[in-house]
């Protein structure tokens, strides 16, 4: 008897402990499942595709981000300044008539050019001899049927009579006379301004012209 009663007390201490063993195990299996739960929402949504509306403004907003990149690199889309100084354009039409300028016809062009000399000029070929005096080669008839033809078949001189003209003639002791003359287009004129030897017609075509 006194055997049988010394048992009681283990058998006690295994039915108190057992319940908190299984509760522990219990509430362990709760937690992992629910942690398993957990994750896998989290997983699926995470995963849920996108809608069509907001895929749609996605690839606008994105499609808008790349046109306004490049239209800022290229420079497009910016209006150009404008200055006090720069002329506006009218939409109205002008009302003033353009002025023309009367073109040389080819009956005018046909026509021969209007000699014209110096009265100093005038004088010396008169001392000279006259338009047909042989002291001159060609003469001074011929220069003028040269002239009157054709006078810019004389080259142009450079520096102060850049807009001059030059011809040539010999006189009779073998020294070079020169001719010096202006071409003028609107009237069709060749004006001599200075005739003599070389360095003498060059002086005095620079104080007449």
């Given amino acids: 008897m006194s055997i049988s009663s010394s048992n009681e007390p283990e058998r006690d201490s295994r039915s108190k402990t057992l319940p908190i063993v299984q509760v522990s195990a219990e509430t362990q299996s709760l937690e992992s499942s629910a942690a398993r739960t957990t994750s896998a929402s989290m997983s699926s949504r ?89 002291a001159f080669t060609p003469t001074i008839r011929e220069l003028k049927h040269d002239l009157a033809t054709n006078p810019k078949q004389f080259p142009k001189k450079l520096g102060k009579l850049k807009d001059a003209r030059a011809a040539h003639v010999r006189f009779a002791d073998g020294v070079e006379w020169v001719a010096v003359f202006r071409v003028f287009e609107e009237s069709r004129t060749v004006r001599v301004s200075s005739f003599g030897p070389h360095d003498e017609a060059y002086a005095e075509a620079e104080n007449r012209i």
Avoid: C, N
């Fill in 46 to 134: 995470d995963s849920r595709p996108r809608s069509e509306p907001q895929f749609k403004d996605s690839l606008r907003r994105e499609l808008d981000t790349i046109v306004l990149t490049m239209m800022k690199s290229t420079g497009a889309g910016k209006r150009p300044k404008t200055s006090s100084s720069t002329p506006i354009p009218s939409l109205m039409p002008s009302t003033k008539r353009p002025v023309e300028k009367s073109p040389v016809t080819a009956a005018q062009a046909d026509q021969p050019w209007r000699i014209s000399f110096h009265r100093d000029v005038a004088k010396k070929i008169a001392r000279y001899g006259g338009e047909d005096s042989p």
